[in-house]
């Protein structure tokens, strides 16, 4: 999901979304396991994007190396790991053949399961990536070609000095859209920074995923939403707020 759509879905129901990215993305140190991955692209069977990010660099990269995603790509078949992701892969010129229903990796291989027996998949990630999509691939007895298609970095030191402004009283709520966004987050203000903030505003979890990720720093209230669609978002944040809404309501009638 691209972060544009939700500030538009945020900016409709009357809020203000501050976008500050706690991580960037850059190009692999060596293209070369890329490139050879799209230059024979029709010897998989199965191209899985975990990530928008995936798909916005392989499709760049593909284009660089006049392959373009909208070019047949023989009987590949693609498989994205949410909705959001699935959109991203359609509007580089793809067909989604399979969109995991419980919006993570390991959803999405153990949902294709058996099918996977014995195929060659192609996996594009971040050189950051969780190594238990492959694993669970390779329980299948899947052929898995794994290349680093981004880098992901952590945020600058004036981003992290702006971040922490922002934390003093000024957001009502936070958006994880990715575990290597509260990974970063907690090495640039600590785990016990982060904790602390469940008091103070919504930490919201955008994908089973991430919500993990969350839960794994320690943080046990989190608004999740159901799929990662700006929709399912908003609709996660408007129930949370009104609930907050009615629970001080309430206090203040027995006050």
């Known amino acids: 999901m691209q972060s544009e759509t939700l500030v538009n879905a945020l900016t409709e129901r009357g809020a203000t979304a501050i976008v500050r990215p706690f991580i960037a993305f850059s190009d692999p140190e060596d293209f070369q396991p890329l490139d050879k991955a799209i230059s024979e692209v029709g010897q998989f069977d199965w191209l899985m994007f975990t990530s928008g990010e995936a ?21 590949l078949r693609v498989a994205a790991v949410g909705p959001g992701t699935a959109e991203t ?17 390991i959803g999405l291989a153990n949902e294709l399961g058996e099918r996977l027996r014995g195929k060659k998949i192609l996996l594009p990630r971040s050189d950051r990536a969780n190594p238990d999509l ?3 691939l390779r329980h299948y007895k899947a052929e898995v070609t794994e290349v680093i298609a981004y880098r992901t970095l952590k ?3 004036l981003e992290l000095k702006e971040l922490i402004g922002l934390l003093n009283g000024k957001a009502e709520a936070i958006l994880f859209f990715s575990p290597s966004a509260v990974r970063h987050f907690v090495e ?4 016990e920074q982060l904790r602390a903030l469940e008091d103070k ?12 990720a969350l839960r794994h720093a320690g943080v046990r209230s989190i608004v999740q939403a159901r799929d990662t669609t700006a929709v399912a978002v908003v609709e996660a944040l408007e129930e949370y707020f009104v ?4 629970q001080a309501q309430r206090g203040a009638k027995r006050a």
Not at 62 to 70: P, Q, V
Not at 92 to 105: I, P, R
């Open 134 to 136: 492959p694993r669970e």
């Open 55 to 75: 798909v916005r660099s392989v499709a760049k990269r593909s284009n660089k190396l006049g392959r373009s995603l909208g070019q047949q790509w023989g009987d």
């Open 243 to 246: 609930a907050t809404a009615r």
């Open 201 to 212: 505003m919504a930490i919201t979890a955008v994908g089973p995923v991430t919500a993990n």
């Open 188 to 191: 640039m203000i600590g785990g």
């Open 155 to 157: 945020a600058t030191e």
């Open 89 to 105: 892969i359609t509007k580089a010129g793809l067909q989604v053949d399979y969109v995991a229903q419980e919006h993570s990796g």
